[in-house]
């Protein structure tokens, strides 16, 4: 084979790379923070049945879960601005991780809060304890704890899927390859080098976020 | 305004859609057979397989689809194949799917209690026997519901194909948005072809997991 | 000849000394009740005498064959030695009598009419042969476990190992499956029982074995044991139970 790697025209790019990175890692912060905080509302409503955010809620989360993320961000980000909604490329990325993971947080907060065990919640009620207390303290600290890994997993699965965001000239760590690759004529280097730093990505934001579970849920969760 | 009619904007939306059909089928089809040698290297008893299996599953479900897609477009042009773009995304999301595939039969294989691996071991099966007769036909119904459930992320895949041009419902979306400078329309349409595709996968593959837990075991 | 010979057994489940040189002959025909509190390694000793669990020095033979630390032909060792447990095992995708065929058909070849007939007088004799065509989630626990009694039975085994095959069930239910034991005892199958039934033991049992902290700490004839414990730990573990 004729072709002669170089990796090192990728790494004189590295600033670029590391402005890439950061920026994806902003998008998932921002992104799994605020999704949560919707996911446990839409949890909450759909558990408790309050009209009319809990039909609100099952059908955002029907919308969302049975469309592509890149056609989200597409309907974001150029089909809002003709209703007058008018943003920028890194408003309507946020938007979008934050619609998409509160989407799939709060099926999987919901599905924690329903397997709680009926006598839980009988042994709080006849401590005269009321719905919301028994909510906060004995219903959501324990489901989002057997959950939690599935919202890890979840996280970084929207991570991965931030790559996309790079289509509307979000400029993330994919847009970086892609202007590298124009720049070096690299392109299977460049890309080569990305997603590896993107699996380095994953996996380090799968151990913050397990730790991160440990320090705010207790031991329960793995 | 443009001059292009609704109607023809949606018949060239359903052509796109056909694309993505046949792109997730092809993908889920290809992507389970090859789902089946990932499942059975990942749960062998040898350990190189088992290791090989597990590398494999971790790099497709750590690293973007998209770049999975860059680096067979681009890799296969380094070895001197100039594919064609559907090409590539029928390998890509085939590769894409085996391993998520393999992973999640995987799961349904360990899910099978102890007891019946001791019971089956102490009526003196085989390794062989003991999967062939009692683990694998109680992991298939189990693995049913998660299956279908994961065919509506093939189809949601495939939407990142049109980044590396293959013209399917997606793209056909963005060609026809920037033609009519109708994008909310057209977006709008192209999300709701989407959802008629997988939210019956969704429904069905819900379904069959409430009938599981809700019945017998056979 | 005994038919089960065991020498100088030792296993570790990592630093944890479980089975401390056990010694133990089993005659044809003997039924063995292995009794001791929970950890004291009774469950690992019976488990080990078919191959679920492997150990680390020593030996046992079962009928000729040998179970050595390493390279043992299970599939001769568990032709000849059953096993019925605690939570039943039994396949739930298939019925009663396909739980019972199962094993007869692939393992010891048994033509399909062939598998089917014994299958049948093996459900007969614990008392279900109605109950051919159901599914295990429609039998209760006591019936589910003596349709696990003859699905061992049908290997036609040398031995039978019952690893506490009474603990899952609800105390009305625990006599049923007794009485099958019981038969078994009676037409001379060799048993090895791990029981907290203390009076199934004393009435049944020719033989008690008190196992504690991974040692046989006495053994003999239940009867005289249990009226005269030879050791405090075994008069207290009876005084424990009663």
């Known amino acids: 084979m004729a072709y002669a790697f170089d990796f090192s025209a990728v790494l004189e790019y590295r600033e670029a790379l590391l402005a890439g990175t950061g920026r994806t890692l902003m998008l998932t912060g921002i992104g799994?923070?605020?999704?949560?905080?919707?996911?446990?509302?839409?949890?909450?409503?759909?558990?408790?049945?309050?009209?009319?955010?809990?039909?609100?809620?099952?059908?955002?989360?029907?919308?969302?879960?049975?469309?592509?993320?890149?056609?989200?961000?597409?309907?974001?980000?150029?089909?809002?601005?003709?209703?007058?909604?008018?943003?920028?490329?890194?408003?309507?990325?946020?938007l979008a991780v934050v619609i998409n993971l509160g989407a799939y947080s709060t099926e999987i907060i919901r599905a924690g809060i329903e397997a709680t065990p009926r006598g839980q919640i009988e042994a709080a009620q006849s401590?005269?304890?009321?719905?919301?207390?028994?909510?906060?303290?004995?219903?959501?600290?324990?489901?989002?704890?057997?959950?939690?890994?599935?919202?890890?997993?979840?996280?970084?699965?929207?991570?991965?899927?931030?790559?996309?965001?790079?289509?509307?000239?979000?400029?993330?760590?994919?847009?970086?390859?892609?202007?590298?690759?124009?720049?070096?004529?690299?392109?299977?280097?460049?890309?080569?080098?990305?997603?590896?730093?993107?699996?380095?990505?994953?996996?380090?934001?799968?151990?913050?976020?397990?730790?991160?579970?440990q320090r705010l849920l207790g031991r329960r969760s793995k | 305004m443009s001059d292009i009619e609704l109607s023809d904007i949606v018949r060239n939306l359903l052509g796109g859609a056909a694309w993505t059909?046949?792109?997730?089928?092809?993908?889920?089809?290809?992507?389970?057979?090859?789902?089946?040698?990932?499942?059975?290297?990942?749960?062998?008893?040898?350990?190189?397989?088992?290791?090989?299996?597990?590398?494999?599953?971790?790099?497709?479900?750590?690293?973007?689809l998209l770049m999975q897609l860059f680096i067979i477009f681009f890799g296969s042009s380094l070895i001197g194949l100039e594919i064609p773009p559907w090409l590539a995304a029928a390998l890509g999301l085939t590769l894409f799917t085996s391993a998520y595939l393999g992973e999640i039969w995987r799961g349904c294989v360990e899910a099978i209690p102890k007891g019946q691996w001791e019971a089956s071991a102490s009526l003196a099966m085989s390794h062989v026997e003991q999967m062939r007769h009692v683990i694998l036909p109680q992991a298939l119904r189990i693995a049913i519901a998660p299956t279908v459930g994961f065919s509506v992320q093939v189809v949601k895949g495939t939407a990142v194909t049109s980044i590396i041009g293959f013209v399917e419902l997606t793209?056909?979306?963005?060609?026809?948005?920037?033609?009519?400078?109708?994008?909310?329309?057209?977006?709008?349409?192209?999300?709701?072809?989407y959802f008629a595709l997988c939210y019956p996968l969704s429904a069905y593959s819900r379904m069959l997991e409430r009938k599981i837990h809700g019945s017998r075991a056979h | 000849m005994a038919l089960v010979r065991i020498e100088a057994l030792h296993k570790h489940f990592g630093s944890n000394h479980v089975l401390r040189g056990i010694d133990l002959d089993i005659e044809e025909g003997q039924v063995i009740a292995l009794i001791g509190r929970s950890g004291s390694g009774k469950s690992t000793l019976l488990r080990t005498?078919?191959?679920?669990?492997?150990?680390?020095?020593?030996?046992?033979?079962?009928?000729?064959?040998?179970?050595?630390?390493?390279?043992?032909?299970?599939?001769?060792?568990?032709?000849?030695?059953?096993?019925?447990?605690?939570?039943?095992?039994?396949?739930?995708?298939?019925?009663?009598?396909?739980?019972?065929?199962?094993?007869?058909?692939?393992?010891?070849?048994?033509?399909?009419?062939?598998?089917?007939?014994?299958?049948?007088?093996?459900?007969?004799?614990?008392?279900?042969?109605?109950k051919f065509d159901a599914y295990p989630d429609q039998l209760s626990g006591g019936q589910q476990q003596r349709v696990a009694i003859a699905r061992a039975l049908a290997m036609q085994p040398r031995v039978l190992l019952c690893d506490e095959i009474t603990s899952a069930l609800d105390p009305e239910l625990v006599n049923e499956v007794l009485a099958v034991v019981k038969n078994l005892a009676a037409e001379g199958m060799t048993l090895i029982m791990v029981t907290h039934e203390m009076r199934f033991a004393r009435e049944v049992g020719d033989k008690l074995v008190f196992m504690y902290q991974g040692r046989i700490h006495e053994s003999g004839d239940p009867q005289t044991l249990f009226a005269n414990p030879q050791t405090p730990e075994l008069a207290g573990f009876i005084g424990s139970i009663n």
């Open chain 1, 32 to 94: 799994a923070v605020a999704g949560l905080v919707l996911g446990t509302a839409g949890a909450v409503s759909r558990a408790w049945r309050l009209a009319p955010f809990d039909r609100i809620f099952a059908v955002y989360v029907e919308l969302i879960r049975n469309t592509p993320f890149l056609v989200q961000l597409f309907f974001i980000f150029f089909g809002l601005p003709s209703l007058g909604v008018q943003m920028d490329e890194w408003q309507a990325a946020i």
């Open chain 1, 127 to 213: 401590l005269a304890m009321t719905r919301r207390q028994i909510f906060f303290h004995v219903v959501l600290p324990p489901a989002l704890a057997k959950v939690w890994p599935a919202i890890c997993s979840q996280v970084v699965i929207v991570m991965l899927g931030t790559s996309v965001c790079s289509q509307i000239a979000a400029e993330e760590l994919t847009f970086a390859a892609n202007f590298i690759q124009s720049r070096n004529f690299r392109a299977f280097e460049t890309y080569f080098v990305v997603t590896a730093m993107y699996f380095l990505l994953a996996v380090g934001v799968r151990q913050v976020l397990a730790l991160t579970g």
């Open chain 2, 21 to 64: 059909l046949g792109l997730s089928l092809t993908a889920f089809v290809l992507g389970g057979l090859a789902g089946l040698a990932v499942l059975f290297a990942r749960i062998a008893r040898n350990p190189l397989p088992r290791r090989l299996a597990q590398a494999y599953i971790e790099v497709f479900q750590g690293t973007p």
């Open chain 2, 171 to 193: 793209k056909t979306g963005s060609m026809l948005a920037n033609a009519t400078f109708q994008p909310f329309l057209v977006f709008g349409l192209v999300a709701l072809g």
């Open chain 3, 49 to 130: 005498i078919n191959g679920l669990e492997s150990f680390d020095d020593g030996s046992i033979e079962v009928d000729g064959e040998h179970i050595r630390p390493q390279g043992t032909d299970l599939r001769a060792l568990r032709m000849k030695v059953g096993m019925i447990f605690q939570q039943f095992n039994l396949f739930p995708h298939l019925t009663a009598g396909q739980n019972v065929m199962l094993a007869t058909r692939i393992v010891r070849k048994m033509g399909d009419d062939a598998a089917r007939d014994l299958a049948k007088s093996m459900l007969l004799k614990v008392g279900l042969q109605e």
